[in-house]
């Protein structure tokens, strides 16, 4: 090979090298930038789809809180209790009921001692007529009273409905005087029953009785039946009975 015409070759490719000119340096063009990601679609609510053109729906907001208000009442001084005053016992009058008669009455049932019934009389001078004798009892000697004399009484009729006819006096009823303690037997006819007479349920004597209206504490009705409840301290005063009997 010819050196002089190979050295003459490269010599020329260099100057045309040289003579070429560059190429301008590559501009970098910076990425645009990316889009935002749009918002996932909200689920439209049951019942209906969202409407076209509404605005993308607002990032999810936290719950907000909610301040319930609790209005508490006034504390009171609770009422002060009214104490109730014990209602009062009812007095209640505790009778034996005996008749004289047709009549059935009654007297207080502390006055009695027992019932025996009607033995021999032994008289006394100057007695009242309602008085008609004495009796021994048990070593006591017992002044016994006619009480339906003592009333002024008629004397007995029929007997009361139901029950068998028996002489006046049937029971001779040995009271004492819770003060004296003096024995007396008063004859009379049927002892009955012990009653239950409330003091509310007594009425006082009527004004027809007249002077005898201190032998009775008052009227009352049990069951239906009049019950007459006699004044012992006032029946058992002999003293005073005898003067208004002579």
């Known amino acids: 090979m ?17 003579e070429t000119p560059a190429p301008a340096p590559e501009t970098l063009t910076p990425p645009a930038p990316a889009a935002p990601a749009a918002p996932p679609e909200e689920t439209p609510a049951q019942g209906g789809a ?12 936290p719950p907000r809180e909610i301040q319930v208000t609790v209005e508490t009442p006034a504390l009171t001084a609770p009422p002060t209790p009214t104490e109730e005053k014990p209602a ?22 502390q006055w ?8 021999p009389l032994t008289e006394v001078p100057r007695a009242p007529d309602y008085v008609p004798g004495i009796i021994s009892l048990r070593g006591k000697i017992i002044p016994i009273l006619e ?22 006096p049937a029971r001779v009823i040995v009271v ?57 301290a006032e029946l058992l005063k002999l003293e005073s009975a ?3 009997s002579e």
Not at 112 to 119: A, F, L
Not at 179 to 194: D, I, N, R, Y
């Open 2 to 18: 010819d050196l002089v015409r190979a050295r003459e070759k490269a010599k020329a490719a260099r100057k045309k090298i040289s």
């Open 50 to 61: 969202a409407p076209a053109g509404a605005p993308a729906a607002e990032a999810e907001k």
């Open 88 to 109: 009062e016992p009812e007095e209640i009058y505790e009778l034996l009921g005996f008749t004289l008669g047709r009549e059935e009455y009654g007297i207080e049932i």
């Open 112 to 119: 009695v001692e027992e019932i025996i019934k009607p033995r």
């Open 147 to 168: 009480l339906g004399r003592r009333l002024r009484l008629p004397a007995a009729g029929e007997p009361r409905p139901g029950k068998s006819a028996a002489p006046d």
């Open 176 to 232: 004492s005087d819770p003060e004296s303690k003096q024995p007396f037997g008063l004859a009379v006819g049927e002892v009955t029953e012990v009653i239950r007479l409330p003091l509310k349920e007594l009425e006082p004597p009527p004004p027809t009785v007249g002077g005898e209206a201190s032998f009775i504490t008052g009227v009352g009705w049990v069951g239906g039946k009049m019950i007459i409840m006699l004044n012992l």
């Open 242 to 244: 005898g003067r208004v």
